[in-house]
């Protein structure tokens, strides 16, 4: 298949839309990360995005929209609390988990009884929407890379397999949305993302973070989302996490001679250490660091590193999420340093 390349331009959004409407799929940039949308409410078009992902058919779909309304038709309640998240955060990074409609097709939730529902506030995702349809859209990577925050990491992983690539830049935010559930009695955070855990709670009181947000699943564990329980934003290097203050970690890294390795550090850091560096943004400016995160994992691969050793982030704010990502890119493996001095 020939993917075409499109413009962010009126004329070829309109192509775009015409393509999605005719059960193709497009992969759009958002304010997170590029997105590989189909009409939502197409079961043959999303299975497309499966298969083009070579993405695990259990693993449910978010649903984009354009404006407030859309939502009506494809949840079966919308109650007080999700009013007040859309009041505060859309359009914006944050997805929202409710009760599914009927007109939801089994391909998109696979098989739940709940629908996630984001409403992007990246301009050129919002105008294909308007034009198409609400659409269904995972992260426009294959399977367990990285999630592509370039036009360049879409063809790098979708040239060929799917009908056309809007090119939008690069993505502002660099991590996928922050998911919560108001399908339980206690809201639960599922993924962290560019709106906190601190904003959530805010908003709407009460909020328990889900276990996987910084675990791996207990032998047996149900995952509250179905993402969590595979292998996810890995580079093919491996990635260890190092957990400690600076003099120990330069003194960790500084020992290592083998000349396939890398460190994934702050700015800071940069000048203290002797193997090849690749920085991820000043140590305290976590959105920094989620803008960079995906970027520096593929740079590691194309860099042909196959060892990459990475800083423990912080756990607040919007390094909630980096955390998240990264101690999944690294297979839950954390050195903590203050063991081996
Ligand atoms: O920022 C984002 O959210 C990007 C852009 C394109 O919007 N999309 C994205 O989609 O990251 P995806 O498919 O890569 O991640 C969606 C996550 C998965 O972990 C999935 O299991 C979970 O949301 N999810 C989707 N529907 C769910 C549901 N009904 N219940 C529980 N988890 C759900
Ligand atoms: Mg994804």
């Known amino acids: 298949m020939k993917t075409l390349i499109l413009s962010s331009d009126n004329e070829d959004i309109k192509k775009a839309a015409e393509i999605i409407k005719q059960g193709g799929i497009v992969a759009m940039p958002t304010e997170t990360v590029y997105g590989l949308a189909a009409d939502a409410l197409n079961g043959n078009a999303v299975r497309k995005i499966f298969e083009a992902k070579g993405r695990p058919m259990d693993n449910p779909l978010i649903v984009?929209?354009?404006?407030?309304?859309?939502?009506?038709?494809?949840?079966?309640?919308?109650?007080?609390?999700a009013e007040i998240l859309a009041e505060n955060f859309w359009p914006g990074p944050l997805t929202i988990i409710l009760p599914k409609s009927d007109i939801i097709p089994d391909e998109v939730s696979a098989g739940l009884d709940t629908v996630a529902i984001r409403f992007p506030s990246h301009e050129t995702a919002q105008r294909l929407i308007s034009l198409s349809a609400p659409l269904a859209a995972p992260s426009a990577n294959l399977s367990g890379s990285p999630s592509p925050t370039t036009l360049r990491h879409v063809r790098d992983d979708m040239n060929g397999r799917i009908d056309a690539i809007i090119d939008g830049g690069d993505c502002e935010v660099g991590v996928e949305s922050t998911v919560v559930t108001l399908a339980e009695n206690i809201p639960m955070l599922l993924r962290p993302g560019g709106i906190t855990a601190e904003q959530l709670h805010a908003a709407i009181g009460e909020l328990k973070i889900a276990n996987a947000v910084t675990n791996p699943l207990a032998d047996?564990?149900?995952?509250?989302?179905?993402?969590?329980?595979?292998?996810?934003?890995?580079?093919k290097a491996e990635v260890i996490l190092l957990d400690g203050e600076n003099a120990s970690f330069y003194r960790y890294i500084n020992k290592i001679t083998d000349s396939n390795t890398a460190v994934l550090c702050y700015n800071?850091?940069?000048?203290?250490?002797?193997?090849?560096?690749?920085?991820?943004?000043?140590?305290?400016?976590?959105?920094?660091?989620?803008?960079?995160?995906?970027?520096?994992?593929?740079?590691?691969?194309?860099?042909?590193?196959?060892a990459v050793y990475a800083r423990c982030p912080e756990k607040?704010?919007?390094?909630?999420?980096?955390?998240?990502?990264?101690?999944?890119?690294?297979?839950f493996n954390i050195i903590s340093l203050e063991d081996t001095d």
């Open 64 to 81: 984009h929209i354009s404006d407030i309304s859309q939502i009506y038709q494809l949840v079966k309640e919308f109650p007080q609390r």
């Open 316 to 331: 607040t704010g919007v390094g909630l999420a980096v955390y998240n990502r990264i101690i999944r890119a690294a297979g």
């Open 220 to 235: 047996g564990e149900k995952a509250a989302s179905p993402g969590m329980k595979y292998k996810h934003y890995s580079p």
């Open 268 to 306: 800071e850091d940069i000048k203290y250490i002797t193997l090849p560096s690749i920085p991820i943004g000043k140590k305290h400016d976590y959105s920094e660091q989620a803008h960079m995160l995906f970027t520096a994992l593929r740079k590691a691969d194309e860099m042909g590193f196959t």
